[in-house]
């Protein structure tokens, strides 16, 4: 049977009839400065929206994923669950909340680590029944939070104290928990919220003994080991043989028994609850950390809800990778950025997990980066659901696998409704109208094959609802890139070709199954596919053919020697043209690295001045912008508008173009100065010109941290995505060069001094003609 709450209540005392909070207004701990912070937001279904924010801060990136929950609507609810396979298993959070039908969740309670099964700490209760609660917590000293919310929607959070014991007219007995199992060292009460048998528990434990209970009475008392049901109108008190044996030999068959549980919070009227951590918020103010509160930056897991009751919040914050986690005043903080008013930490650290089948999504997914590489087995989450049925479609949207390829690779633009709740109703392919605008290509269902290339969009209707999606582009190939030169021992081996194409917008597309192969020596192997099978012992290469470009893997059979391959073909870049001044209404820049010279060798005086003046008259010509993107020490005054460098954050805006320069000296932006974040992001955002322009002293796959290199192309890539021209020039070193990379083009301008005073024969001036969206560059000898 299941035990409502008001099936117990009978037995049910109050160990403390109120439990008094004295809050103390206190300050924030010190804590990150965020210079930067870029949002995605996605609807999970009515009432449910997922957030990620990932955040440049003064000690490094920190991402937070945010569930925000609006209470106020009828079909949502959220409860903790566990494993629907075995009571007590520990499994990832994304099974136990897809087992269970949850909509998104977060890993909840603390649980012990070793082992395949466990149980959480803090008390569970559903829809009014208590599901499981213990009694070794928060005795000595309140450490574990819990949340509970009556019958009238009312949330609190409290520290849960229970003491429960079993007796006869001649023993009281200590309980350790209801329907929690762990080490089975004390009995506990176990009913049919845990399982209808104990088959799972017997597997698990050797020689358990089991007192069964029905109306107030023991009408059994099992044999050490002997599975038995548990009594839908009753419970089970489990124990060990020798606790049977050593404490509890007084009972039995026929005793009249006495239930006492006590707790701290009284729950006849509490609908839902569960355990966690340390209270993190108190009426908007910062808890204490208590003891088992994980100092410093760490993976954490948050639960809150709003001052007005409406609102419930999850948070997971990620640490210990590219994220370097949260402190607890940081996650205080950040729980009430988002509208927490009281608060309570959930297990972290490798715990730490949120899962979300946005409308998106066909699934739930882990949307946070787990700390431990995979996912942890855990004891229970926190599910959200939504109750209603799926409904009539209300509107239709599409969801495209990719939002760039290429000529012959496959787009899939899955279209599916929604109805009033957001559920999310597939629909079939041959009851939806498709339609690609701006290429020509052939449709198979869903999928969608451009056959050249241009920018396009595509449109669906399905009954009298329409749905599009633009700005979905199938590049031009630039070059071939295939996976590494074969080398097999013998004949018969068999060895696949990993194929793919970069765009000239330096955009990446694996192509293996599209790509034409031919094998040079068809006496060494054959190709099936992108499969290379060898036929002898020799060596060759295969041409690889694909949208006019051509590349070479060499391949080597047994001890052979290496043949040589003829030289790779590839397109080049579309704006990289001859650009001169004309009177076209065009804006033209001209920009130089680094002209003062800074080592320690001795440059005549005359031959100094010869080349700096030849420098400054060519960046000075034919152009209305100068700019100066390294220290230079030229003293003259120059003849057009410039900008030069100085080591600190600048901005220019001229022409439709954004000029900033940055500085990443020290290893990265953020080491050098974070503010820049701000700074540059303000000021792309508030000029939104067509074409960007960053000059640095550092190109970004040269910082210290990999972490802040991607963070960094990813803001480049907000712009790039709304269509913007971006060029990142870095002005360090010897060498003069030019890379695509995601739509943006890196280019290094090389110093103008050697390190041994010698006059560098790289030295180049990038030359700009910007027109509105059209642009064009030329690198340049100086």
């Given amino acids: 049977m299941k035990y409502r709450l008001g099936g117990l209540k009978r037995f049910m005392g109050v160990l403390l009839a109120a439990v008094l909070t004295v809050s103390v207004p206190s300050t924030w701990a010190f804590g990150a400065t965020t210079y930067y912070n870029q949002k995605t937001e996605q609807a999970v279904t009515r009432g449910v929206v997922y957030e990620k924010s990932s955040r440049m801060t003064d000690a490094g990136i920190q991402n937070l994923h945010v569930l925000k929950v609006d209470l106020r609507e009828s079909t949502l609810e959220f409860k903790a669950v566990e494993s629907t396979v075995e009571y007590g298993l520990k499994e990832t959070a994304k099974k136990i909340l897809t087992d269970n039908g949850a909509v998104a969740g977060v890993n909840a309670d603390f649980f012990g680590l070793t082992g395949s ?5 803090g008390p569970v209760l559903n829809d009014g029944e208590l599901v499981s609660a213990g009694t070794s917590i928060n005795h000595d000293e309140n450490q574990y939070a819990s949340f509970f919310m009556d019958e009238d929607n009312n949330p609190f959070f409290d520290y849960f104290k229970m003491t429960a014991t079993f007796a006869n007219n001649q023993k009281v007995i200590e309980l350790a928990s209801i329907n929690k199992v762990t080490s089975m060292v004390f009995p506990i009460y176990f009913d049919r919220q845990a399982a209808d048998n104990t088959a799972a528990i ?16 023991i009408t059994y008392i099992t044999q050490p080991g002997e599975t038995v049901e548990v009594p839908e109108d009753g419970y089970l008190i489990v124990m060990s043989k020798d606790y049977r044996t050593n404490a509890a030999g007084v009972f039995q068959v026929g005793d009249t028994i006495t239930l006492n549980v006590n707790t701290s919070i009284d729950l006849d009227d509490m609908e839902i609850g569960f355990g966690g951590g340390g209270k993190l918020l108190i009426q908007g103010t910062e808890a204490p950390a208590t003891s088992i509160v994980a100092t410093g930056r760490q993976p954490r897991t948050a639960f809150g809800v709003s001052q007005d009751g409406d609102t419930a919040i999850f948070m997971v914050v990620d640490g210990r990778g590219d994220s370097i986690g949260a402190t607890h005043s940081e996650m205080a903080n950040y729980m009430r950025e988002y509208g927490a008013y009281d608060a309570m930490h959930l297990d972290g650290g490798g715990s730490s997990t949120m899962v979300v089948q946005t409308v998106e999504d066909t699934q739930p997914t882990v949307k946070n980066t787990v700390s431990e590489g995979s996912e942890r087995k855990i004891m229970n989450a926190v599910g959200i659901f939504q109750t209603a049925e799926k409904g009539e479609i209300e509107q239709i949207a599409i969801s495209p696998s990719l939002t760039r390829t290429v000529p012959n690779k496959t787009i899939t633009f899955k279209v599916y409704g929604l109805d009033e709740y957001y559920n999310r109703i597939e629909i079939p392919a041959s009851e939806v109208t498709l339609q690609a605008i701006g290429v020509n290509g052939t449709w198979n269902g869903y999928d969608f094959t451009p056959s050249e290339s241009g920018t396009f969009s595509v449109t669906a209707t399905y009954n009298d609802l329409g749905a599009s999606t633009t700005g979905v582009v199938s590049g031009v190939t630039s070059r071939l890139k295939p996976s590494a030169d074969i080398k097999l021992n013998k004949a018969g081996e068999t060895s696949k070709i990993a194929m793919q194409v970069v765009d000239t917008d330096g955009f990446s597309h694996w192509v293996s199954s599209t790509t034409k192969y031919e094998v040079a020596d068809p006496s060494i192997g054959t190709m099936n596919g992108n499969a290379f099978t060898a036929a002898k012992t020799g060596s060759t290469y295969i041409k690889c053919t694909r949208d006019g470009q051509t590349a070479y893997i060499k391949v080597t059979v047994g001890d052979s020697k290496a043949v040589s391959t003829p030289q790779a073909t590839s397109a080049a870049d579309p704006l990289e043209k001859k650009v001169t001044k004309a009177n076209d209404g065009a804006y033209y820049l001209n920009i130089i690295g680094t002209v003062a010279y800074s080592g ?44 030069s460098w100085t080591g600190g954050y600048r901005f220019m805006n001229r022409g439709g173009t954004s000029l900033a320069m940055v500085t990443a000296a020290k290893g990265g932006i ?19 010109n067509d074409t960007i322009i960053i000059v640095m002293d550092k190109t970004p796959g040269d910082f210290s941290s990999s972490a802040e290199t991607a963070y960094f192309r ?3 890539g907000k712009y790039v995505t709304q269509g913007k021209t971006v060029f990142v020039v870095s002005c360090s070193g010897a060498a003069q060069w030019t890379s695509i990379k995601d739509g943006v083009r890196y280019i ?6 050697k390190t041994d005073g010698s006059v560098n ?22």
Avoid: C, H
């Avoid at 698990?204 to 209970?213: E, I, P, S, Y």
């Avoid at 024969?761 to 100086?782: A, H, P, Q």
């Fill in 117 to 121: 099964y466990s149980a959480s700490f």
């Fill in 202 to 217: 017997d597997k698990r434990f050797d020689g358990l003994v089991k007192f069964v209970v029905e109306d107030d009475e």
């Fill in 600 to 643: 320690a060798a001795k440059i005549d005086e005359n031959t100094y001045a010869d080349v700096r003046t030849k420098v400054r008259n060519t960046v000075d010509s034919n152009a209305e912008v100068a700019i100066y993107g390294g220290k230079s020490d030229i003293k003259t005054a120059p003849a057009l508008d410039t900008l």
């Fill in 670 to 688: 953020r080491a050098t100065d974070p503010s820049q974040y701000a700074s540059l992001t303000r000021d792309l955002d508030a000029t939104n």
């Fill in 714 to 716: 990813s803001i480049l």
């Fill in 748 to 753: 290094n301008l090389p110093n103008l001094w």
């Fill in 761 to 782: 024969g790289n030295f180049s001036m990038l030359k700009f003609r910007i027109n509105g969206d059209d642009v064009s560059y030329e690198m340049t000898k100086v």
